[in-house]
Nanobody, 126 residues
Framework: QVQLVESGGALVQAGGSLRLSCVFS????????MGWFRQAPGKEREFVAA????????GYAEFVKGRFTISRDNAKNTVYLQMNMLKPEDTAVYFC???????????????????WGQGAQVTVSS
């Protein structure tokens, strides 16, 4: 069974940076597409970023392009989300997600992901 454990959430001032980590266990990490989603109070869970299995292809939501970077280290079974120039509207619980794939693509919808972490709280103060 796949398990995902996020870490790195914190309270940060607007304009600051954070790096979230998600450690994957239970299966072969390099066989899984990885994604980050977020959910603010009273809102739907929304796509933030995703990365393909092995070719480094990445995708981002428009509202984080140029500020956030997703990366993965297949030797460490870990996916990262580097968040720069944080804004108060980035405040949310951030979730790591995984789905097994045989393709070179990444996915941007919740329904494509089978496994989820418990979430990490990111709070950006103004």
């Amino acid at each position: 069974q796949v398990q995902l454990v996020e870490s790195g959430g914190a309270l940060v001032q607007a304009g600051g940076s954070l790096r979230l980590s998600c450690v994957f266990s239970g299966r072969t990490f390099s066989s899984y597409v990885m994604g980050w989603f977020r959910q603010a109070p009273g809102k739907e869970r929304e796509f933030v970023a995703a990365i393909a299995r092995t070719n480094g292809n990445t995708g981002y939501a428009e509202f984080v392009k140029g500020r956030f970077t997703i990366s993965r280290d297949n030797a460490k079974n870990t996916v990262y989300l580097q968040m720069n120039m944080l804004k108060p509207e980035d405040t949310a619980v951030y979730f790591c997600a995984a789905t097994e794939s045989a393709t070179a693509f990444y996915y941007t919808t919740r329904e494509r992901y089978d496994y989820w972490g418990q979430g990490a709280q990111v709070t950006v103060s103004s």
